[in-house]
């Protein structure tokens, strides 16, 4: 597929403080395009909003909230003019088993990884058809291989894939396409909260090659570079993640069959394991709504 030069494109970036989200703003401003900073953490976006090559700017937003998001749409169109391609990539994450994980938490993960990907795409539709623009939803090897101890984000992340395949098939004929990017455990600040506990981390490294791997922050960007400049329907950040698609119906029975048996072997050590919100994106999710309650 032909590629589309990023030169002068305007793009919109979510959970761009950190990770995934940080590294492609980088990479997309050193190609040319000018880049919206959309996020929690606001002195964190402020930096990397000063360090991009091309005109920049940052709004601290809440991807759940219908009204901010819808605000930020209409600024960020106001600021660059247009809008050319938005890559919803917040998202936050938990651990541990369903039955005694922190609800609150659990719901959180939902909110923010499903609804909020649906609430950023709804405030920035208008104009990604005017410029038959591309959305980007970041997804997860975890849309594809339901895993135990992670219900939340397996859930939201398989939620969010089935939700972009069915927008795309609703807004292509205006022009606007629409891709899915998945992601193995990569180098980010969710991962290395996530492995911080010791199960967690023991069970993550009992998983087969390749999927018991953290593999490196920069090559997963770039090839999620290279699929916006394409326009993909498909995006992996992992080559071999694109094999995988060919045998996720027997992965279920699989990993039930597999999981019962880990689950039992860990079952002693499953008593206060950490249930909230993982790493430094789930820390400033928490306190972004503590600091709303009050």
């Not at 032909?2 to 761009?16: F, H």
């Not at 959180?108 to 950023?120: C, D, F, P």
């Not at 104009?127 to 992670?150: C, D, H, K, N, W």
Request: proline share 4%; net charge positive; with cysteine.
């Amino acid at each position: 597929m032909s590629r589309v030069g990023l030169e002068g494109q305007v793009a919109v970036v979510t959970g761009a403080a950190r990770g995934v989200g940080e590294l492609l703003a980088r990479k997309l401003s050193a190609r040319g395009a000018r880049v919206a900073l959309v996020g929690l953490e606001e002195e964190a976006l402020k930096e990397v909003s000063g360090r991009l090559h091309t005109d920049s700017a940052y709004w601290y937003a809440d991807v759940t909230d219908h009204e901010a998001m819808g605000r930020v749409a209409r600024e960020v169109k106001e600021r660059f003019g247009k809008v050319d391609i938005v890559v919803a990539n917040a998202g936050v994450a938990n651990g541990g088993p369903f039955a005694e994980s922190d609800p609150v938490a659990w719901r959180r993960v939902i909110e923010v990884n499903l609804i909020g990907s649906a609430v950023t795409a709804r405030a920035f539709l208008p104009v990604l058809t005017e410029s038959r623009g591309y959305l980007l939803q970041i997804a997860s090897l975890a849309a594809i291989t339901p895993a135990p101890m992670m219900t939340a984000y397996c859930a939201s992340k398989a939620g969010v894939e089935a939700y972009a395949h069915s927008l795309r098939a609703e807004v292509g004929h205006q022009g606007v396409r629409v891709g899915v990017g998945y992601l193995s455990w990569t180098d980010t600040d969710m991962v290395r909260g996530a492995d911080q506990d010791e199960v967690m981390r023991e069970l993550r490294q009992r998983l087969p090659w390749p999927a018991n791997k953290t593999y490196p922050l920069g090559p997963a960007v770039d090839r999620i570079v290279a699929g916006i400049e394409r326009r993909s329907a498909h995006v992996y950040g992992q080559r071999w993640l694109r094999g995988m698609q060919g045998v996720r119906g027997y992965l279920p029975t699989l990993i039930g069959t597999v999981g019962q048996r880990e689950m039992k072997r860990f079952a002693p050590r499953l008593q206060g394991m950490r249930t909230g919100l993982v790493g430094a994106g789930g820390a400033a999710d928490e306190e972004a709504r503590a600091t709303h309650r009050n």
